[in-house]
């Protein structure tokens, strides 16, 4: 039995229990029941693809930069040095990896925030 199995065969004994609390049992089992969306699967920009101008934002809100303690919502691309993208914030450059894992990016402005990155597939649980 796969985790993903012992997890919702956890969850159905569970709901058929407690039934009668607040949450009526057969929406329940709709819900249990309802595939799970897939996971999207992103890789870092190639050189080519780094989107300049684009805005770039912490995933976690109030990060802080190592350098000086300087805290910022946004820094935007200015340039990629052919190992680091290069920001408007003195000493806050990134690796194509770091990016990915760390940041959000908006081509629009900050309007919409995507994940820093490709997207290149769906990954199922």
């Known amino acids: ?57 912490w995933k976690i809100e109030k990060r802080m930069t190592m350098v000086g303690r300087i805290g910022f919502d946004y820094a935007m691309i200015i340039g990629f040095n052919g190992t680091r993208i290069i920001t ?13 894992k760390c940041f959000n990016v908006s081509t629009d402005g900050g309007k919409t925030w995507s994940p820093a990155g490709i997207l290149i597939e769906f990954d199922t649980i």
Do not use: Q
């Open 88 to 100: 408007g914030i003195p000493n806050c450059n990134y690796t194509l990896e770091t990016c990915m």
């Open 1 to 57: 039995m796969t985790n993903k199995e012992k997890y919702l065969k956890d969850i159905k004994e569970a709901a058929i229990s407690y039934k009668h609390d607040l949450i009526e049992f057969d929406t329940l089992m709709r819900i249990i029941n309802e595939p799970v969306p897939p996971e999207p699967k992103y890789r870092p920009w190639k050189p080519n693809e780094i989107p300049f101008g684009a805005l770039l934002s």
